[in-house]
């Protein structure tokens, strides 16, 4: 299916985002095996912080007719950035963070049926609630981050285009819109890989997934906070949707969650070895030999 | 302390402090190395909004006070000063046009100065003049729909870099003070150069330099108020900034209290954090306690101010004295918590220290300040004896 937008449409950019616990203090219980949540701080998921900074880029360079390859007269079609996020009802605030740093529009998924959710039910409920947002009208470029700082599969992204049935782009750290006159005809990406990158085009609707390089996400501005702090967030709930209440949350999901640990860490203590360089190489030598490193 | 902000005022400094720790306080001992001016962190704050916490709501800002823009610039010196004094200048350039201007040069340059697209700068300084308005030795001379401007203005904060210049001039030197005239002169304009940057002792990352006016043209509109109300217009914008000035050396005094106070928990000698010994103890309270007086006095002064209290010369010179008297000491202690790591450039205090130092010297020295505070006293007692007499 090729979309392309027309005369006086909008062109769609969806940015996925997750809550996630601040990185730097996950706990694990060790009784129960799940991660301690209470009382850590939640923020939006650090790369999705990059793909919203790329959809507001892509935002203000449409409306400033900065695009390559843009006709002299502005663009005729509107930009509109939605943020959408499932998650419990204090993910509210990291959306009200998404509005403040400029997203047009939030939506919360928010039922107990999505509760428990795997990649699979979560993409499956994103793709439901996309569709009910857009259905067939205008262009779509969807964009998440690349993975989770929490879960770190990297599943949803991917996931969710195939639900959609658009193509996708993974990892990419370079997004340039591709103009025909005032049209979006498609994007031209780097995408990241082991040993460089790949350069990528394709037509919209599309999903993209960014890695954390791709810019470097703004700060809030004060009008914005106070937009922010006022504005009325969309929330969803499995009624809203068009879903199969078996394909949602835990009961929709393909994978179970056995055990969460923590690796045993090796107990090892440091050793100095004294003397001239030659006595602690031997002397080095000789304990590698006694346990057996080398033989 | 709780000074029971309001939530927008908690958002305004929430949102300053953390401008400052992640986007100044990373680069704040380049600059000052390096004598950089903050463009990257001026453009930060501009997209946040942050030039306009002062300018009214119907000119593009957010319609806060005197209050408000202490908050930020408070949080933004516990960084670095440098950038603090960059932020703050604007203002300075801007109040002049907000208190006397006209509803068109209001329209005209307060959007700007508000979302930060462009900077502002306040120029009184001249070779002769400091604190001695009355010598001003600039000229402006009508002619025709125009003013000609010719002499040069020194130490000017942002100057080169800022586009709007509230610059005194005066139209009739042998009036003296009464014939210094205030006028809105923008970069670029013909005849308006600018001289020397200056090396200065602190806040290093700004810019100091000269104004050179040679048979420099602005159009007649441009004057702000009425010939001969120039130190009418500085006295009465000063007495709104200085609190600003305030909340600098607070912001100053206060980073440099954060440091001595992490140092003194982490320094073991003699077997114990230094902390723990009460020579330090006992100094870090003291700085604590005055740190602490100083913004109580800042902030009670510009809620004063914001409240619509109309005279006020007195307290916004007392809290500028006091605050920046509070830095001078707090930074020195700092320094001497630190001590031989205090004294060395690769760590933090001794720039607070070199910083301090200004903020007892500009927009009218301490003991200017004294001057305005002493005379005031005694009119106060005069009108108690008439009163009870």
């Known amino acids: 299916m090729k979309m392309v937008a027309g005369l006086n449409m909008t062109l769609h950019i969806t940015v996925c985002m997750k809550q996630v616990p601040e990185t730097d203090e996950v706990r694990i219980d060790r009784a129960t095996g799940t991660l301690v949540r209470e009382g850590v701080p939640c923020i939006i998921n650090p790369p999705d912080l990059n793909a919203l900074e790329e959809a507001l880029r892509i935002r203000e360079r449409i409306k400033s007719g900065a695009t390559e390859g843009a006709t002299a007269s502005a663009p005729v079609f509107t930009p509109v950035v939605t943020v959408v996020s499932m998650g419990p009802p204090q993910t509210e605030a990291s959306l009200r963070d998404a509005l403040a740093l400029g997203a047009d529009r939030a939506v919360l998924l928010c039922d107990r049926a999505f509760a428990g959710a795997d990649t699979l039910a979560t993409s499956y409920t994103l793709a439901a609630a996309i569709r009910r947002l857009w259905g067939d009208q205008g262009t779509m470029l969807i964009i998440c981050g690349n993975k989770s700082a929490d879960g770190d599969t990297g599943h949803v992204g991917p996931q969710l285009a195939e639900k959609l049935g658009i193509p996708h782009i993974t990892s990419v750290r370079r997004l340039d819109l591709d103009m025909e006159g005032p049209e979006v005809a498609g994007v031209r990406a780097e995408r990241l890989v082991d040993d460089g990158y790949e350069a990528v085009e394709a037509p919209l609707p599309l999903l993209v997934t960014v890695v954390k390089g791709i810019n470097s996400p703004r700060l809030p501005s004060l009008k914005g906070m106070m937009r922010a702090k006022k504005a009325v967030i969309t929330v969803w709930g499995a009624s809203d949707l068009d879903v199969d209440a078996g394909r949602t949350g835990l009961a929709g999901s393909a994978t179970r969650v056995v055990k969460v640990f923590e690796p045993e860490r090796p107990k090892s203590r440091g050793e100095f070895l004294t003397g001239t360089p030659e006595e602690q190489a031997r002397e080095l030598l000789g304990k590698l030999r006694e346990a057996r490193v080398l033989l | 302390m709780n000074y029971f902000l309001t939530e927008e005022q908690q958002m305004i400094k929430d949102l300053a402090a953390r401008i400052a720790r992640e986007k100044i306080a990373p680069v704040a001992h380049e600059l000052d190395e390096k004598e950089e001016f903050p463009w ?292 020195t202690d700092a320094v001497q918590i630190l001590g031989g790591y205090g004294y060395m450039r690769d760590y933090p205090v001794e720039k607070r220290m070199r910083d301090a130092k200004v903020t007892q010297i500009y927009e009218g020295t301490n003991q200017i300040q004294r001057s305005i505070i002493g005379p005031a006293v005694i009119r106060e007692a005069a009108r108690r004896k008439r009163e009870s007499g």
């Not at chain 2, 007649?220 to 009425?226: A, F, S």
């Not at chain 2, 200085?242 to 077997?271: C, H, K």
């Open chain 2, 40 to 331: 990257d962190i001026m453009k930060i704050l501009a997209e946040s909004d942050l030039f306009g916490v002062w300018v009214p709501e119907e000119y593009g800002g957010l319609g806060g006070g005197v209050f408000e823009q202490c908050l930020v610039v408070e949080e933004l010196s516990r960084a670095c000063a440098g950038v603090a004094t960059t932020y703050a200048s604007s203002a300075l350039g801007g109040y002049p046009i907000l208190l006397f201007g006209t509803e068109d040069q209001k329209r005209k340059y307060l959007p700007d100065i508000a979302s930060g697209r462009k900077l502002a700068a306040f120029a009184q300084s001249e070779a002769e003049a400091g604190s001695d308005a009355g010598n001003i030795q600039t000229t402006a001379v009508l002619d025709g729909d125009h003013y000609v401007l010719n002499g040069m203005k020194q130490w000017i904060t942002n100057g080169g870099e800022a586009d709007i210049y509230t610059v005194l001039a005066t139209v009739d030197r042998s009036k003296g003070v009464r014939g210094v005239t205030a006028f809105i002169v923008e970069k670029g304009t013909p005849g308006f150069e600018f001289g020397r940057k200056e090396k200065k002792m602190g806040i290093r990352c700004s810019s100091t330099r000269e104004l050179i006016f040679k048979d420099c043209r602005i159009p007649r509109e441009n004057l702000l108020d009425r010939e001969g109300k120039g130190f009418l217009v500085a006295m009465k914008t000063l007495d709104r900034t200085r609190p600003g000035v305030a909340a600098q050396a607070v912001g100053i005094a206060q980073g440099a209290l954060d440091e001595a106070a992490a140092y003194a928990r982490e320094r073991v000698q003699f077997g114990k954090p230094i902390g723990e010994f009460q020579a330090i103890e006992h100094m870090l309270a003291d700085m604590a306690t005055l740190v602490e007086a100083a913004r109580a006095l800042t902030y009670a002064t510009a809620r004063m101010i914001d409240a619509g209290e109309r005279e006020f010369s007195k307290e916004s010179a007392m809290a500028k004295v006091f605050a920046s008297d509070v830095a001078m000491r707090v930074t």
